[in-house]
C-alpha cells in the first residue's frame, strides 16, 4: 500500500495517479465507517456489562496487607566470660503493632558465666566460680505515640534463678563487700520503659530501661543512629547492667561505676517491612569478668 511518503509531486499533478489516489481515499473512508460500530459496541458492553465489561469486573481487587500484631524476637549475647539466649513474643490484642493500644509480652532467656573476685592470696589465688542463669517476663503494657516518639510501658512479674557452681575458695580468699555470687530463684516484680525517637527522617535515638526486685537485677541501653539508607543504620549504643551487689540506691549515693557492667560499642540495623536484624559489637567492662569483647545479635520478625 502507497504511503505518504511514495508520492512525489509529478504523481499528484498526473490525471491518472489523481484518479488512484481518490480510489484509496475512498477505500479507507469505507474502513473507518466498518470499524466504527465495533468500537462503538466495545464501548457500550463497557457500560452494560458486555465483554470489555465482564474483562474489567475479573480482575482481581487489591487489598491492603493485613495488620501486624504480633511480633517475635530472638538474640544471643557474648563475651569471652559468660554467654545467653533469649526469646520472647509481643501481642497486641486490639491494635496493629506499631499504633497505640494495649501489649501483653512474654520473654525467657537462659546462659552461663564465670566469675572471680579480687581479693587474692599470698600466693595469687582468686575465688572464682561459674553458674547457670535463667528468666521468664509475663508483663502487661501500652504502646503510645506523640509525633516522632513512641513511648511503650511494661509492669508484671519475673522468675529470675541462678545457680553457682564450681566455686573454689583458696585458703585465706574471702569476699570482698559486693563480690557474693547470687544463689538461688527469685519472683519479683518486673517495671520496664521503652522510648525510640525519630530525629527528622535519616537519624533516630531509643533508651531501654528495666528493673526487677528478683535480685535487684537492672538494666539502661541508649542508642543512637544514622540511616544510611532507608533499611539501614549504623550507630553507637552504651549499656549499664547491675544486680543487688551494687543496687540503685547505691549506684545514686556512691555511683562506683566499676562494679557495674558497663559497655559501649557500635550496632548496625537492617530493617524491613515486618522486621529487623541487628547486630552490636564493643568492649564490656565489670570487677568480676575485666574489661573483654562483646557481641549482640537480634532478629525480629512481626506478622
Do not use: C
Not at 109 to 122: I, L, V
Not at 208 to 224: I, K, L
Not at 235 to 241: T, Y
Request: no cysteine; glycine share 12%.
Amino acid at each position: 500500500m502507497l504511503g505518504l511518503r511514495d508520492l512525489h509531486a509529478s504523481d499528484i499533478a498526473g490525471p491518472n495517479r489523481l484518479r488512484r489516489y481518490k480510489f484509496l481515499a475512498a477505500i479507507l473512508a469505507v474502513g473507518v465507517v466498518l470499524s466504527s460500530p465495533v468500537a462503538a459496541h466495545v464501548a457500550s458492553g463497557a457500560e452494560d456489562g458486555g465483554v470489555a465489561g465482564h474483562l474489567a469486573t475479573r480482575l482481581p481487587a487489591v487489598e491492603p496487607p493485613p495488620p501486624l500484631w504480633r511480633e517475635v524476637w530472638i538474640g544471643a549475647d557474648a563475651t569471652s566470660r559468660s554467654w545467653l539466649v533469649y526469646s520472647g513474643i509481643t501481642i497486641a490484642p486490639y491494635s496493629a503493632i506499631h499504633d497505640d493500644g494495649l501489649r501483653f509480652r512474654f520473654a525467657s532467656g537462659y546462659g552461663q558465666y564465670r566469675w572471680q573476685g579480687k581479693t587474692t592470696t599470698a600466693d595469687g589465688a582468686r575465688a572464682r566460680g561459674s553458674g547457670d542463669f535463667t528468666y521468664v517476663d509475663g508483663l502487661v503494657g501500652y504502646l503510645k505515640r506523640y509525633g516522632p516518639l513512641t513511648a511503650k510501658a511494661f509492669a508484671g512479674l519475673t522468675l529470675s534463678s541462678h545457680s553457682i557452681r564450681d566455686l573454689v575458695l583458696p585458703n585465706g580468699t574471702g569476699f570482698d563487700p559486693g563480690e557474693e555470687p547470687i544463689s538461688g530463684g527469685e519472683i519479683g516484680v518486673k517495671l520496664a520503659l521503652e522510648l525510640w525517637l525519630n530525629l527528622g527522617s535519616r537519624a533516630w535515638s531509643s533508651l531501654d530501661v528495666n528493673w526487677t526486685d528478683a535480685h535487684d537485677t537492672f538494666a539502661a541501653r541508649w542508642r543512637g543512629a544514622y540511616r544510611l539508607w532507608p533499611s539501614v543504620s549504623l550507630g553507637v549504643e552504651a549499656i549499664v547492667n547491675g544486680d543487688r551487689r551494687f543496687d540503685v540506691g547505691t549506684l545514686v549515693e556512691a555511683p562506683e561505676l566499676e562494679r557495674l557492667n558497663r559497655r559501649g560499642g557500635a550496632f548496625i540495623r537492617y530493617e524491613w517491612f515486618g522486621g529487623e536484624l541487628s547486630l552490636a559489637g564493643g568492649v564490656s567492662s565489670s570487677s568480676d569478668e575485666g574489661t573483654r569483647p562483646y557481641a549482640t545479635f537480634n532478629w525480629i520478625i512481626q506478622f
